[in-house]
């Protein structure tokens, strides 16, 4: 590889992704690309009325990509919020590279991109043109956004209607468009936050498949409740629940915590809500022959045969191991 | 559910939401800002050098009046918004989707606005038990003598304006900030038609005249001038609600106003008047359809295209490749000072969706005050340079709220110390390019004062509208001052409320320069708080 050329050639191959593939992207070379580490460090948030959204949350990331599961009113976008520099921590110290971000959130700006959850566009503004005015703000050079942009465009699909009005845009195509604006700067730090919300599954698939490769040097943090999401794309994750950090390991690590414990057979859907009584169903499926039902369990149901785990039942079963102390 | 429930919960949920938000306690901090100012005497009814004995009747008198005309001018800016309320929050498509009729939701939203405006009123009301009892020329109470001018002459006001303001939100034209500039001569000309109507009667109001009384001003001037003029002979007619320091010096008593079943009638007419307006916005209202809201509406955006559009987006993504595009890394990420590039966005910005007739008009203009006399340029068309970009200017600084780009923006690199002086900059390009035509025949002319007080004019403009846009987080409040300025100040060339400095006489740029240092400060100040990290 030489150094003169912006481009390297990465062999991937995830057991539960889509397979192997060869994917070609402009990287730096490594060897220009500084390490990057964010630490956050016991940090908490407060709101009026003594709500914490937010306790004592710990969490060191390299480059990779962070899932980041939970519940609704986990904490999720709290913590979002405030990696991006959009809300202030009350209490502890995120840290960029060393450089604590409250002392100079510029040093972590500078490299971030992010899609918010909820984000509005200028209507009357066309794609290109709101992604011309986010480089500028950003404080990107005019032609290098230009070249940048066209090449946004493209990977998000947009290229065709790039001169439209955003106002007359779907929901699908404004996140697009907010997927755009995250990628404008090349950004060390890419934070997203329910990105596949509004996306079509072919959007859908073609956004996973570009976290993945954009994870190569960078840190990725994706935020959903949507496990899939995070299952094809997330080298780590991490599970919150009530503002508190449940686990974080590797998909792999939450897998073996939960393999041999996943349990299916077929039961008549009358059964149904009795299995559900005693049992933590984690999916049902109506088929011909009767209800076929996912639990996790400790000791095999009577006609059960075991499954290979995904990480749906880890999710599950870590939740319910925070709140009750005890395993599914 | 009946109909009454359903309108119950509709009214009871739009006035909670209101009474909920801290705008609602501004709300009301206005209305006891003003009843403190009439309490204070710095707003004094007089006639010549009259006024009526703190009494019952003077003071309720003087609040009904006083509600009647200042709170509704500013009543309207208050309420309006509603629906586009429900339509950023959505709910309004969650109605939509009910069997409620778009008559059902007009009326509630009427009503909604309605009782926010009758919270003002009441605590006027209780201003005025309060002043009669601490200025206590007369410590009798009657209670109807107090209160029945709020209650017939303030409140069937706002209820029309209450009214108005629904009708504006539903008709596109009006909606937005031309809506807002066009209810403040609106307003002038319901009070004008009213005194008109007192005044070519020769002081005695006909009954005729009460059904074109909006405020009940007129109707009241022609009873104290019966009153008046039996007191002193010589009284010349003059009537006056003003605001300042000028005291009257005679006293009169003065012991009510004498209604009578025609007058009443009257009154009541603005309640048929507002539940006409409330059905006559359901016909406009366009019960959120999204292909007839705010945005879609704008050219290129017709249904039947966007969903073409879509198709075609989705059929490429079938086709495309999408490993085949390389994002060529760039080569620094970090932020650049590229300044200037800025705040050529942020230009692009505030011009955004403006159509050639905008500019040609704006050109007009600018030759207009090229090519007359200076006096003309200076002292008048001026004027309609400077009220022309009233709706650029007032995007500034809420742009980030109202369209909820807050988090994309103010997570990039010196949001405060790049951004904001960028936007500052762009306003400030815009107010001297439109005014440009008057400062070539200044400084053609070496008039040198004249030349600060344009220059700073035009650092003031952007200032103001930046300061409040940050503030409030939208662009009516701007919008309604800015008019009310223009117009009073500005347009009449009164010293010290001339920002523009229209004269000689009136200008007072020194002032002007130091409000706009303060106006900065606060942006400034308002800003780094919006920042989680400045």
């Known amino acids: 590889m030489s150094g003169a050329h912006y481009v390297t050639v990465t062999i991937r191959h995830r057991s539960w992704n889509q397979g192997g593939r060869i994917s070609v992207w402009g990287f730096k070379p490594l060897s220009e690309v500084p390490r990057v580490k964010l630490s956050i460090e016991n940090v908490g948030k407060r709101y009026s009325g003594n709500v914490w959204a937010l306790r004592r949350f710990s969490l060191e990331l390299k480059p990779g990509v962070l899932g980041l599961l939970g519940p609704n009113g986990a904490g999720k976008t709290t913590l979002m919020n405030i990696l991006a520099t959009i809300t202030r921590a009350s209490e502890g110290t995120v840290t960029w590279n060393g450089v604590d971000v409250a002392k100079d959130p510029n040093a972590l700006r500078a490299v971030l991109g992010y899609l918010p959850q909820d984000f509005g566009v200028y209507p009357n503004l066309s794609a290109q043109e709101f992604l011309e005015y986010l480089a500028a703000v950003k404080g990107l050079d005019a032609t290098a956004a230009r070249r940048r942009i066209d090449q946004l465009l493209n990977v998000v699909n947009l290229a065709d209607v790039r001169g439209r009005p955003l106002g007359g845009f779907s929901g699908g195509m404004k996140q697009r468009v907010g997927i755009a604006q995250a990628l404008l700067n090349d950004p060390r730090l890419l934070i997203v936050d329910e990105p596949t919300a509004g996306l079509d599954p072919e959007e859908r698939v073609r956004f996973r498949n570009l976290l993945s490769d954009l994870s190569g040097e960078r840190i990725v943090i994706l935020s959903t409740h949507i496990v899939s999401d995070v299952e094809a794309t997330a080298t780590d994750i991490a599970l919150i629940s009530n503002g508190a950090l449940v686990a974080h390991a590797s998909p792999e690590d939450l897998l073996q915590r939960v393999d041999g414990r996943v349990w299916e057979w077929v039961i008549p859907s009358a059964d149904l809500n009795a299995v559900k009584q005693v049992y933590r169903v984690s999916n049902t499926a109506r088929r011909s022959d009767g209800v076929h039902v996912r639990v996790l369990s400790e000791e095999p149901p009577q006609g059960a045969r075991p499954v290979a785990p995904t990480l749906e039942d880890a999710y599950l079963d870590a939740l319910s191991v925070y709140r009750t102390g005890v395993a599914a | ?534």
């Open chain 2, 1 to 534: 559910m009946t109909s009454g429930r359903v309108l119950w919960h509709l009214v009871k949920a739009d006035f909670l939401t209101r009474v909920r938000r801290t705008s609602f306690l501004v709300t009301l901090a206005f209305a006891v800002f003003l009843g403190y100012q009439v309490f204070a005497g710095n707003i004094v009814m007089q006639l010549d050098d009259y006024r009526g004995v703190y009494n019952s009747a003077w003071v309720g008198a003087l609040m009904g009046v006083v509600t009647s005309t200042f709170l509704t001018l500013a009543g309207f800016y208050i309420v309006k918004g509603s629906i586009l309320r429900d339509e950023t929050t959505r709910v309004g498509q969650i109605l939509a989707a009910t069997p409620m009729s778009k008559s059902f939701y007009t009326v509630a939203k009427v009503l909604g606005n309605f009782a926010v405006l009758a919270a003002m009123v009441a605590v006027m009301g209780v201003a005025a038990l309060a002043m009669q009892l601490v200025r206590a020329e007369d410590r009798t109470l009657h209670v109807w003598t107090l209160l029945s001018p709020l209650l017939l002459y303030a409140l069937p006001a706002m209820a029309f304006v209450a009214a108005l303001a629904v009708l504006f939100e539903t008709l596109p034209l009006l909606r937005g900030g031309v809506g807002n500039v066009v209810w403040f001569f609106l307003w002038t000309g319901l009070m004008v038609l009213g005194v008109g109507q007192s005044v070519t009667h020769g002081g005695v109001v006909m009954h005729a005249g009460y059904f074109r009384d909006f405020s009940g001003m007129p109707t009241l001037m022609g009873q104290m001038r019966t009153t008046l003029l039996q007191v002193d002979p010589h009284f010349h007619n003059d009537f006056s609600l003003s605001v300042g320091s000028m005291k009257p010096h005679k006293q009169f008593l003065w012991t009510g106003v004498q209604w009578d079943g025609a007058q009443v009638a009257a009154r009541l007419l603005w309640f048929v008047y507002a539940l006409a307006g409330s059905l006559l916005a359901a016909v406009f209202f366009h019960r959120f359809d999204p292909a007839r809201e705010r945005f879609a509406r704008k050219r290129n955006a017709a249904p039947e295209r966007i969903a073409v559009v879509e198709f075609a987006a989705a059929k490429n993504l079938a086709q495309a490749d999408p490993w085949t595009h390389r994002l060529t890394p760039l080569e620094s990420s970090g932020a650049k000072n590229r300044f200037f590039a800025l705040v050529a966005a942020e230009l692009r910005v505030m011009l955004q969706g403006h159509r050639w007739w905008w500019y040609a008009i704006a050109g007009a203009l600018f030759v207009a005050c090229l090519a007359a006399p200076l006096s003309a340029s200076r002292g008048g068309v001026i004027l309609a340079a400077w009220i022309w970009p009233l709706l650029i200017w007032s995007q500034m600084g809420g742009r980030e709220a109202r369209y909820a780009t807050g988090s994309l923006i103010f997570s990039a690199p010196h949001a405060l110390d790049r951004q904001l002086p960028a936007a500052w900059v762009a306003g400030a390009l815009v107010t001297l390019a439109t005014g440009g035509g008057l400062l070539i025949r200044l400084l053609i002319a070496g008039d040198g004062r004249g030349v600060a007080g344009f220059l700073v004019a035009v650092c003031f403009i952007p200032s103001l509208a930046l300061a409040l846009g940050i503030l409030t987080g939208g662009s009516k409040f701007f919008e309604a001052l800015y008019t009310v300025w223009w117009y009073t100040g500005a347009a009449h060339h009164i010293r010290g409320l001339d920002f523009m400095g229209t004269v000689d006489a009136s200008g007072t740029p020194v002032v002007y320069l130091g409000l706009t240092v303060v106006l900065l400060a606060v942006c400034w100040t308002r800003r780094r708080t919006q920042l989680a990290y400045a």
